[in-house]
């Protein structure tokens, strides 16, 4: 069995981004060095690196997360970027959608521990909780898979002229050009490269935006949330 790796301190950077926030930041820290490592939500050999390549990475996102708004973190894992934006952003309604109930237990136990009461954890696929789950503002994601089929889930689940984030690496230009046709049809009318974090995090975190028009998902996935809303409703009747 491998050993765990210590956890370092925190850098000054994170006094900054996380604030008032700093020891619930640093709990969190504890919490993934820990538990996430044993029940296999990261990897030991991020341990050393969990303060620069993740927490901060993740909360940086913040900078281009609009006030006041409801946000849905799609296969959020761990709690990233989810659990850090929600400590630095305590303005937003977020939910934490996630699949493995593993996942969701260690989501649930980190809410709980931190006092997050504007988050929300949710078990799902993104394509199951489609018209049960309210369209929100803003999607975020980060290392769930590639943008095109990224999009497929994560666009159909906002609001009208909502926007999804997803922090990508360095191939995310390459990625938005190949994954442009597909966006056109799931109704996105802007996409942008964003770099964020200046002076907080090295390098840049880079953030992939696509924006929707009125119809997040195309015709087809307006149909089907409807049809999902009706089916939803009956149900709470019942």
């Given amino acids: 069995m491998t050993e765990a790796a210590e956890l370092p301190l925190a850098p000054d950077e994170?006094?900054?981004?996380?604030?008032?926030f700093f020891p619930e930041a640093v709990r969190y820290a504890e919490l993934l060095a820990d538990a996430g490592v044993k029940r296999g939500l990261i990897g030991p050999r991020e341990v050393p690196r969990l303060w620069e390549r993740h927490l901060l990475n993740c909360a940086v996102l913040s900078e281009v997360v609009p006030e006041s708004v409801t946000v849905c973190d799609?296969?959020?894992?761990?709690?990233?970027?989810?659990?850090?934006?929600a400590?630095?952003?305590?303005?937003?309604?977020?939910?934490?959608l996630e699949p493995l109930l593993r996942r969701t237990n260690f989501l649930q136990e980190v809410?709980?521990?931190l006092g997050l009461d504007h988050v929300t954890v949710v078990r799902g696929?993104?394509?199951e909780v489609l018209g049960s789950l309210t369209p929100v503002h803003v999607v975020t994601a980060r290392a769930v898979a590639p943008l095109d089929r990224l999009a497929g889930w994560g666009v159909p689940l906002l609001?009208?002229?909502?926007?999804m984030l997803a922090l990508k690496g360095d191939t995310a230009e390459e990625e938005l050009l190949g994954a442009r046709a597909a966006l056109s049809k799931l109704g996105v009318v802007?996409?942008?490269?964003?770099h964020v974090g200046e002076g907080l995090v090295d390098p840049l975190a880079t953030v992939v935006r696509v924006e929707v028009g009125e119809s997040p998902g195309?015709?087809?996935?307006?149909?089907?949330?409807?049809?999902?809303?009706?089916?939803?409703?009956?149900?709470?009747?019942?």
């Fill in 125 to 127: 696929r993104a394509e």
């Fill in 190 to 194: 802007e996409t942008s490269v964003l």
């Fill in 111 to 113: 809410v709980e521990l």
């Fill in 159 to 163: 609001r009208p002229y909502g926007e």
């Fill in 14 to 20: 994170a006094r900054t981004v996380f604030g008032e």
């Fill in 87 to 96: 400590l630095v952003r305590p303005d937003l309604k977020i939910t934490l």
């Fill in 218 to 238: 195309g015709v087809r996935f307006a149909a089907k949330r409807a049809k999902a809303a009706r089916v939803s409703r009956t149900r709470r009747r019942r």
């Fill in 74 to 85: 799609v296969g959020s894992g761990a709690g990233l970027p989810g659990i850090p934006l």
